[in-house]
T-cell receptor
Framework: TQLLKQSPQFLSIQEGENLTVYCNSSSVFSSLQWYRQEPGEGPVLLVTVVTGGEVKKLKRLTFQFGDARKDSSLHITAAQTGDTGLYLC?????????FGDGTTLTVKP | DAGVIQSPRHEVTEMGQEVTLRCKPI?????LFWYRQTMMRGLELLIY????????DSGMPEDRFSAKMPNASFSTLKIQPSEPRDSAVYFC????????????FGPGTRLLVL
């Protein structure tokens, strides 16, 4: 059973387009994290959101934590080829992280 | 800082052989995690340690898997005997703190069991 479900699983877009990735769960987490993973490397943390309804911006990336702290979204504005990678959400609770099934993003030039 | 160090980076072995994966966490970090990543199951937590003590090993698949952390700067994950279904990328991560702080991942060990 996947506690955290991401959608879409795969996304292929042209450079300059906008996109949104969703992370949904039936569980409540104390915080939620987003990671990006490039081929041959480990995941790298992008952001941690803690408060229900919280919105954080990291340059062209906007992260939102749902009011009930069960879901989150990642919006990328004007995607670039360097945004290509696997995006993972992770719910944090009881000292550990539970990862979603991932969204593979390909940004074409 | 060198980051989390894992060795070997690649391992090819035959079914039935023992496999030992190694991890050196970031100096000063007090939590260490072992994950396994496959296309089918994604990134799964196998076990994590806090101050060298195993806290949660509920993700360890079966008795063939064991993990140790003899000191704050070294951990091993052992598979004995290995099976083809163990083929995956195994990641080690470390963290300073006990909850939502940043986990830093190593580059992973790509294991192929023939």
């Amino acid at each position: 059973t996947q506690l955290l479900k991401q959608s879409p699983q795969f996304l292929s877009i042209q450079e300059g387009e906008n996109l949104t990735v969703y992370c949904n769960s039936s569980s409540v987490f104390s915080s939620l994290q987003w990671y990006r993973q490039e081929p041959g490397e480990g995941p790298v943390l992008l952001v941690t959101v803690v408060t229900g309804g919280e919105v954080k911006k990291l340059k062209r990336l906007t992260f939102q934590f749902g009011d009930a702290r069960k879901d989150s979204s990642l919006h990328i504005t004007a995607a670039q080829t360097g945004d290509t990678g696997l995006y993972l959400c992770a719910g944090v609770g009881a000292g550990k992280s539970t990862f979603g099934d991932g969204t593979t993003l390909t940004v074409k030039p | 800082d060198a980051g989390v160090i894992q060795s070997p980076r690649h391992e090819v072995t035959e079914m039935g052989q023992e496999v030992t994966l190694r991890c050196k966490p970031i100096s000063g970090h007090n939590s260490l995690f072992w994950y396994r990543q496959t296309m089918m199951r994604g990134l799964e937590l196998l076990i994590y340690f806090n101050n060298n003590v195993p806290i949660d090993d509920s993700g360890m698949p079966e008795d063939r898997f064991s993990a140790k952390m003899p000191n704050a700067s070294f951990s091993t994950l052992k598979i004995q005997p290995s099976e083809p279904r163990d083929s995956a990328v195994y990641f080690c991560a470390s963290r300073l703190g006990v909850s939502g702080e940043t986990q830093y991942f190593g580059p992973g060990t790509r294991l192929l069991v023939l």
